[in-house]
């Protein structure tokens, strides 16, 4: 008789379930249970308390920095002046990237002409004007060749003769007495404004809700347990945080990064998200930071001149990063149900254990497996009744 005539019409809506042999073996049970309790404190401990698995993640955070410093300080040049954070700060539009001179090598008083080059540049030495190559530039150097070798006194040797600004730039370290010394004590202002899209959620590193606020701002100054979330900054500080002295990086100049954090859990109030800041140096002890400026003005005869300055100070990037966290009930499913799927290994090793590893383990085979013969012809039940309940201990 064919399979459709046997099977009920309605067979498509019968359920299937799975015939379970209870061992009573209390070695093998109490593997099972610490193998539960393992897989049980791994989803709370490790997935949810620790990991946070629970929670969606949004690790990309929109920021802008608006930065704004403030101070004076006496400076050595040759128009003894004082200078404000418009002479010092490079760039002028208070960014995320900030330049703050300390230290300077000042050449004074340069008007376009013809001079010697600097014997020091290898571009430039000659024995003939032939070696002066006219409208060439010197590589490395101050100005264009005109085309002369200029001899020096008493030798065969000379140097090209350029067209530039005139006298060239001088060289070497820079004087340490030139050190702008109040510099430690400039502050900066760091106003940042962050947001997490995927949460819609947006915040400031800076409350401006009252004159409270306004007050309090003018009075302090961070610091990492007085002051955690200040927004106002020594310089002296941050360096000094660093590990790096900041006299002795006046003089040179360094690179330093202001570090700013932003893990929020949003399944807290708004006044827990609060960023963190952390300061590091990036680049090592020796290498410095600086570039040239040059300040512009006419003599008392109306000639155009300049006084060049190379200027040596510290270089700030600040760098903002973070994470927001909130509950999510499809990660707090898929969790618990990808955990918990562990479950059935702990089963499979059990039965591996029952099955093959056991001084008993063909009377387990026989209670666990039923076997039919292909041409038995009578119905499992009849062919194997139930017997009575068998105990043993290993």
């Given at each position: 008789?064919?399979?459709?005539?046997?099977?009920?019409?309605?067979?498509?809506?019968?359920?299937?379930?799975?015939?379970?042999?209870?061992?009573?073996?209390?070695?093998?049970?109490?593997?099972?249970?610490?193998?539960?309790?393992?897989?049980?404190?791994?989803?709370?401990?490790?997935?949810?308390?620790?990991?946070?698995?629970?929670?969606?993640?949004?690790?990309?955070?929109?920021?802008?920095?608006?930065?704004?410093?403030?101070?004076?300080?006496?400076?050595?040049?040759?128009?003894?002046?004082?200078?404000?954070?418009?002479?010092?700060?490079?760039?002028?539009?208070?960014?995320?990237?900030?330049?703050?001179?300390?230290?300077?090598?000042?050449?004074?008083?340069?008007?376009?002409?013809?001079?010697?080059?600097?014997?020091?540049?290898?571009?430039?030495?000659?024995?003939?004007?032939?070696?002066?190559?006219?409208?060439?530039?010197?590589?490395?150097?101050?100005?264009?060749?005109?085309?002369?070798?200029?001899?020096?006194?008493?030798?065969?040797?000379?140097?090209?003769?350029?067209?530039?600004?005139?006298?060239?730039?001088?060289?070497?370290?820079?004087?340490?007495?030139?050190?702008?010394?109040?510099?430690?004590?400039?502050?900066?202002?760091?106003?940042?404004?962050?947001?997490?899209?995927?949460?819609?959620?947006?915040?400031?590193?800076?409350?401006?809700?009252?004159?409270?606020?306004?007050?309090?701002?003018?009075?302090?100054?961070?610091?990492?347990?007085?002051?955690?979330?200040?927004?106002?900054?020594?310089?002296?500080?941050?360096?000094?945080?660093?590990?790096?002295?900041?006299?002795?990086?006046?003089?040179?100049?360094?690179?330093?990064?202001?570090?700013?954090?932003?893990?929020?859990?949003?399944?807290?109030?708004?006044?827990?998200?609060?960023?963190?800041?952390?300061?590091?140096?990036?680049?090592?002890?020796?290498?410095?930071?600086?570039?040239?400026?040059?300040?512009?003005?006419?003599?008392?005869?109306?000639?155009?001149?300049?006084?060049?300055?190379?200027?040596?100070?510290?270089?700030?990037?600040?760098?903002?990063?973070?994470?927001?966290?909130?509950?999510?009930?499809?990660?707090?499913?898929?969790?618990?149900?990808?955990?918990?799927?562990?479950?059935?290994?702990?089963?499979?090793?059990?039965?591996?254990?029952?099955?093959?590893?056991?001084?008993?383990?063909?009377?387990?085979?026989?209670?666990?497996?039923?076997?039919?013969?292909?041409?038995?012809?009578?119905?499992?039940?009849?062919?194997?009744?139930e017997g009575p309940k068998r105990k043993f201990s290993l």
């Amino acid at each position: 008789m064919a399979w459709w005539r046997i099977r009920h019409p309605l067979f498509l809506f019968d359920y299937t379930t799975v015939k379970y042999v209870v061992t009573q073996n209390r070695k093998v049970g109490l593997l099972y249970r610490i193998f539960q309790l393992t897989v049980m404190a791994y989803l709370i401990g490790w997935v949810f308390i620790e990991k946070k698995q629970y929670q969606a993640k949004d690790d990309t955070v929109e920021s802008s920095v608006l930065t704004k410093f403030k101070g004076v300080a006496s400076v050595n040049t040759t128009d003894f002046k004082i200078w404000g954070p418009e002479d010092y700060v490079y760039p002028k539009q208070g960014e995320d990237f900030l330049f703050i001179i300390t230290n300077f090598i000042e050449t004074p008083n340069q008007e376009l002409g013809n001079c010697s080059e600097k014997s020091s540049i290898p571009d430039a030495n000659c024995t003939k004007d032939e070696d002066c190559i006219k409208e060439e530039a010197v590589r490395a150097g101050n100005g264009i060749k005109t085309g002369l070798c200029l001899k020096t006194a008493g030798g065969s040797d000379g140097i090209c003769e350029i067209k530039g600004w005139c006298p060239t730039e001088k060289h070497g370290k820079p004087d340490k007495a030139t050190v702008l010394r109040q510099a430690e004590n400039f502050t900066l202002y760091i106003r940042n404004f962050i947001r997490f899209s995927k949460f819609n959620f947006s915040k400031s590193n800076v409350k401006l809700n009252n004159s409270d606020d306004y007050l309090y701002l003018k009075s302090c100054l961070y610091d990492q347990i007085v002051h955690p979330y200040c927004p106002i900054f020594r310089l002296g500080d941050i360096v000094n945080k660093t590990g790096r002295n900041f006299q002795e990086s006046a003089i040179m100049g360094g690179s330093f990064g202001i570090m700013i954090d932003w893990s929020c859990d949003l399944d807290k109030e708004d006044s827990h998200c609060n960023p963190h800041y952390s300061f590091i140096s990036l680049g090592s002890n020796t290498t410095g930071f600086n570039f040239r400026i040059a300040e512009y003005s006419n003599d008392a005869e109306g000639k155009k001149q300049r006084t060049l300055y190379k200027v040596f100070g510290i270089h700030l990037q600040i760098i903002v990063f973070g994470t927001a966290r909130k509950f999510n009930i499809i990660n707090t499913i898929i969790n618990i149900a990808s955990v918990l799927t562990l479950m059935t290994a702990g089963s499979f090793l059990c039965d591996i254990i029952l099955l093959y590893m056991m001084k008993k383990s063909t009377f387990y085979r026989d209670s666990k497996f039923e076997r039919i013969a292909k041409n038995d012809k009578e119905s499992p039940a009849k062919k194997m009744p139930e017997g009575p309940k068998r105990k043993f201990s290993l």
